[in-house]
């Protein structure tokens, strides 16, 4: 199966930025790919999303996803509590191994096939393998520096691909003013 990635999200100042390392590993020890990108924007460019685990399973999602948007008007949260309800009762997608984490202007989730809905209580959150990582670099730069929003979601990236083997630093960069 392919795996591993590390996506970070960082709102602040009115900024809210996500940032995705570019490398796919196949097993433990094989680097497939050195520039896939695992950020988008959706609905118009007023969302970014995310995801980390199977590409094909995140594909999927990102669709869903999408729809769910179109469906409420573009309200983040209702859009996020469909797909996680969705995602969690149906057979087909319950056997979809990825996380997803979503945002805009005011908010962020990370959802998961589990039906788990998680806002963060601070501006920032990430996922992967290297998402502890990028997680604790990014509420270090969000916490004391003054630095925007996507300077920390890039930062915090470069720092997590310097610790986790899973993690490169070819980063794909997405924000929302």
């Not at 996500?18 to 896939?36: L, P, Y």
């Not at 191994?97 to 805009?104: D, S």
């Amino acid at each position: 199966m392919f795996t591993a990635t590390t996506i970070v999200v960082v709102k602040k100042d009115g900024q809210t930025a996500i940032a995705g390392d570019g490398q796919v590993t196949f097993g433990q020890n094989t680097i497939m790919k050195h520039t896939a990108t695992k950020v988008r924007r959706l609905y118009d460019g007023r969302v970014v999303a995310g995801f980390a685990g199977a590409v094909a399973d995140a594909f999927t999602l990102f669709g869903k996803f999408e729809e769910k948007l179109k469906g409420t008007g573009g309200n983040l949260t209702r859009a996020a509590v469909e797909l996680a309800k969705e995602w969690r009762s149906d057979k087909i997608l319950r056997r979809l191994e990825a996380l997803l984490v979503v945002a805009n202007k005011e908010k962020m989730f990370v959802i998961s096939g589990n039906g788990e809905l998680i806002e963060p209580d601070e501006g920032v959150a990430a996922i992967g393998s290297g998402g502890a990582y990028a997680l604790a670099a990014a509420k270090a730069l969000y916490k004391f520096t003054d630095m925007a929003a996507k300077d920390i979601a890039y930062e915090a990236l470069k720092i997590a691909s310097e610790i986790c083997v899973y993690t490169n630093d070819h980063i794909t960069l997405e924000v929302i003013e």
